[in-house]
């Protein structure tokens, strides 16, 4: 690989900064390196791996194959790492990250517990000036914000919740000497991927877990086993193969491994025409994914609501207790509007003693007190209150931080009815500013190693052309952003996650007063890149650059 002329002014700390240490700011910092560019990484952990440094609650692990939720950029990584299951853990993904982080000698380059607090466009030198959480202040000509989809965490305000004196703990910001949870009376907020995981884990150890739930979630039980030597060693002989129909498929995933749940239709069967014996048939050979075989749910509201109903079935015939079965039961929005869940015994875990739900649909909560959290209905008294309630995702890490661009803008104001970016990459007004799997991009839809290489690889390239052809600005052109825009929500329309009854934090609805607006580009994987690499061969169209 060829290396530029980099940028040696003396008031620069670095070519780039990359904020965030977890997976895209590792290979931020490394191909930065290879293309000769000086990087330095700013992160607010006290160590790497960033959603996999933060997320260490009972129960956290991927639900993408482990094969596959890892780096191909590196033939001899690949071989030499052994994951032990198809699910890889929080512990065994944020060692992975470590080990990454420790093979390719990153760590000289990052700064741990170093939070970014402001970042400043310096229009008189086109460079970008930093204020971190240690009083540093630092300054360099490009910026890759790194700062993840899914780590501004959400934490609701009930009237009390200072006054409570057992412990409040968030799953997303779980300490690392952990929480003492034998035998206590704990309660769990929020049933998405989080909750999900944390509550058969909490319910083993746990005197009394009580489970308050706001909205009954879709989740397919994970079949997650130990990877045997036999299994690595097939896929690790056709590596090569497997990334590439990552890199080509449309959320970034082969599915070799046991994707279970991410398998489309496998027929082209619709339900509106099936039987009453067939749906039956159905249950009895796929279980809960039975709601997931049929051709026509995923754009026919009523083929939907009767794949629903599978899935009630299905609860209706774990769950022990009728009443608790019925609270469980996802009504009210349809299959496929929410990130899928996968799950190791969610619902068998209401058949335990120990465990017992509020539904708050029907009696919500009204406060917190020094010893529990008092609904409408009754009185829970707790030790620890877990909240599970999820994250201001996609926009909130950038708006959390005081991005201030060209004329003083604050990128918080320019994006409060939602934000705008040119392929999710740039946002016009904030020269030298490239944004890694954020809003606009296939960000949440597509597995993030693949999607890494390919974006953040995207990202450095441009970042070496600029500085090859004595670029020191590019901003985003307003005319190429707001079409693009246009775009990300045209192709979105139609589908579930856009239906009138989906609120989920893929639109911006799980967080109170924030613009319903759908984040992610659902175009897939492969056409969004095409489309990055359209607008590079065209010399950055769409890009001001001077
Ligand atoms: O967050 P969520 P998450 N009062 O937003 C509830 C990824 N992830 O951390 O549905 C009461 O999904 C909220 O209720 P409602 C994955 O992409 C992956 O669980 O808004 N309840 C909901 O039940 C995932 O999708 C993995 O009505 C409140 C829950 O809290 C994403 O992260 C593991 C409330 C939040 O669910 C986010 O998952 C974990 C309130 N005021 C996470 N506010 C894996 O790889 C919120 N809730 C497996």
Redesign the pocket.
Known sequence: MSTPEVTQDAGLDADVIVVGAGMSGLYALKVLRERGLRALVLEKAPGVGGTWYW?RYPG?????PSLEYSFGFDPELEQEWEWSEH?ASQPEIERYLNHIADRYDLRRDIRLSCGVTAATFDEATDTWVFATETGDRLRSRFVIMATGG?SAP?R?D?PGMDRFQGTVVQ??LWPEEGVELEGKRIGI?????????AIPEIAKVAGHLTV????A?FTWPSQNKELTEAEQAEIKAKYRQLREEQYASFSGTAGTTGAVIFAFPTDDRKIRESTPEEREAALAEHGFSACRIWSDTATDLDANEMAVELFREMVRRTVQDPETAEALMPRGYPLGC??P??DGGYFATFNRDNVSLVD?QNDP?LEVTETGVRTAKGFVELDVLVL????D?MTGALTRIDVRGRDGRLLRDDWASGPRTYLGIGTAGYPNLFICVGPGSPG?LATYPPQIELQVGWISEFVQYLVEHGLTRADVDAQAQEEWGEHVNQVAEGTMFTAASC???YNG??IEGKPRVFLPYVGGLPVYMDKCNDVAAHGYEGFVLS
């Open positions: 997320n956290a692990r991927c639900d993408i699910f899914l959400h609701p009930w799953t997303s907020v929020g049933t998405g991927s989080s909750g999900i995981q308050f739930q706001r909205t979630a929410k990130r869940v996968l708050l909560i599970a309630t999820g994250f995702a949440v609120n989920s934090w609805a799980n």
